[in-house]
């Protein structure tokens, strides 16, 4: 069992910038892929990046291309998501998730493991 836990939410303007961490449990979790996902109040949660499993190659939806950027230190099993320019859209909260393979993958029931979550807000 992969314990996977997010931290780095909270509430920001729009415009600002924050960083999301996602701290995986074991180092197997080193040889998968990772990845965001988001939920906002009333909507299916929803892909936002994906990386594999050493970093090579990343995958991000249409709606945060350009804004977020997802990384991950493979040594420490941490996974990160900078978002910049962030809109009252991007109000969700975001969870990350270990996959079964290790390519990036935006497909939602190729992950594994999940965490609880953590709520970003932003304000207009």
């Known amino acids: 069992q992969v314990q996977v836990v997010e931290s780095g939410g909270g509430l920001v303007q729009a415009g600002d910038s924050l960083r999301l961490s996602c701290s995986a449990s074991?180092?197997?979790?080193?040889?998968?892929?990772m990845g965001w996902f988001r939920q906002a109040p009333g909507k299916e949660r929803e892909f936002v990046a994906a990386?594999?499993?050493?970093?090579?190659?990343?995958d991000y939806s249409d709606s945060v291309k350009g804004r977020f950027t997802i990384s991950r230190d493979r040594v420490k099993n941490i996974m990160y998501l900078q978002m910049t320019n962030v809109k009252p859209e991007d109000t969700a909260v975001y969870y990350c998730?270990?996959?079964?393979?290790?390519?990036?993958?935006?497909?939602?029931?190729?992950?594994?493991?999940w965490g609880q979550g953590t709520q970003v807000t932003v304000s207009s």
């Open positions: 990386i594999s499993w050493n970093g090579g190659t990343t």
């Open positions: 074991k180092r197997t979790a080193s040889n998968n892929g």
């Open positions: 998730a270990v996959s079964r393979l290790a390519a990036a993958t935006n497909t939602m029931n190729i992950y594994q493991y």
